[in-house]
């Protein structure tokens, strides 16, 4: 991720007065694309690997891995959320921890 600083000018409303002073700082996302009704999935579920994002799917209570696309992120939401593009569906029941511990048709237990 590259950062970079400018000024900008805004409008911060105050129930205070004077809560605001000249030299304050602050943190700001700018939201340059959003999506809705997309596939989304914990982004801390996604496995990077040298050839591509992947993901372990449960079917029959063992874990597999496959392979999916992503799209956008969002690092709003409590660990963030990804867009997934390609390679899931909805319904698709997916390891959301300790994918580590994980190889392809590890048996597992499903915890809600």
Do not use: H
Not at 17 to 32: H, I, K
Not at 39 to 46: E, F, N
Request: proline share 3%.
């Amino acid at each position: 991720m590259e950062a970079r600083c400018f000024q900008v000018k805004g409008r911060c409303p105050s129930r205070r007065e004077n809560s605001y002073r000249p030299g304050m700082l602050l943190t700001a996302d700018v939201v340059l694309q959003s999506k809705k009704n997309v596939l989304a999935i914990p982004t801390a579920s996604i496995t990077q690997q040298s050839d591509g994002d992947f993901v372990y799917i449960i079917k029959n209570d063992r874990s597999f891995l496959k392979k999916i696309k992503t799209g956008l992120s969002d690092e709003s939401v409590d660990g963030g959320l990804t867009e997934i593009t390609e390679g899931l569906s909805k319904g698709d029941a997916i390891v959301i921890a300790g994918m580590n511990n994980l190889t392809d048709s590890t048996k597992v237990s499903i915890v809600k």
